[in-house]
């Protein structure tokens, strides 16, 4: 793993997935970092390499758009802040391991997207198969299983948690 990056936490993350995309452009690797930024905190050190942190979430570019729009910030000493917060919290995460697998940044935000599915209020770890086009259940971050799309990530950390059945 790379030094200069700061690590994902492990805890609960709420987000909106409409103001993502708004602040995002629609573009994949600003929709994961926005979403990453929100993991790591308002105001909190990103990275202090911005080649570590490609490498860290297997992306091949940092949109200019989220430093032109104020949610990230660079210091004199070339490091990267966030500055971005969720407004209006409609979803969440638990497990933001997602966000470093080694997989393509597309299969990502389509599964913040699902999450997305999720209302707030729900603690399921999964949501029905009718959210999402069939041809878009081939994610190797969702399994699908008697009509329900289980998110990966979340079914591994609550399993030892004991927080959800699956």
């Not at 994902?8 to 573009?27: A, E, G, P, V």
């Not at 070339?78 to 393509?104: H, L, M, T, V």
């Not at 940044?105 to 999450?115: D, E, F, N, P, R």
């Amino acid at each position: 793993m790379p030094d200069k990056v700061t690590y994902i936490n492990n805890q609960k993350t709420y987000f909106n997935w409409h103001q993502i995309l708004r602040d995002s452009n629609n573009d994949a690797c600003a929709i994961l970092l926005l979403t990453y930024a929100l993991n790591i905190g308002y105001n909190n050190k990103i990275t202090s390499s911005t080649k570590d942190l490609l490498k860290y979430l297997h992306i091949d570019s940092i949109p200019i758009q989220l430093f032109e729009q104020g949610h990230f910030v660079v210091t004199s000493d070339n490091s990267i802040f966030s500055r971005y917060k969720c407004d209006e919290p409609q979803s969440y995460y638990y497990n933001p391991f997602f966000a470093i697998a080694k997989i393509d940044v597309t299969y990502k935000t389509l599964y913040i997207w699902a999450l997305a599915q999720r209302r707030i209020s729900q603690r399921e770890n999964f949501i029905p198969d009718t959210h999402i086009q069939e041809t878009q259940w081939s994610n190797p971050l969702l399994r699908h299983k008697d009509n329900k799309l289980y998110f990966i990530p979340e079914m591994a950390l609550f399993k030892t948690k004991n927080k959800f059945r699956t």
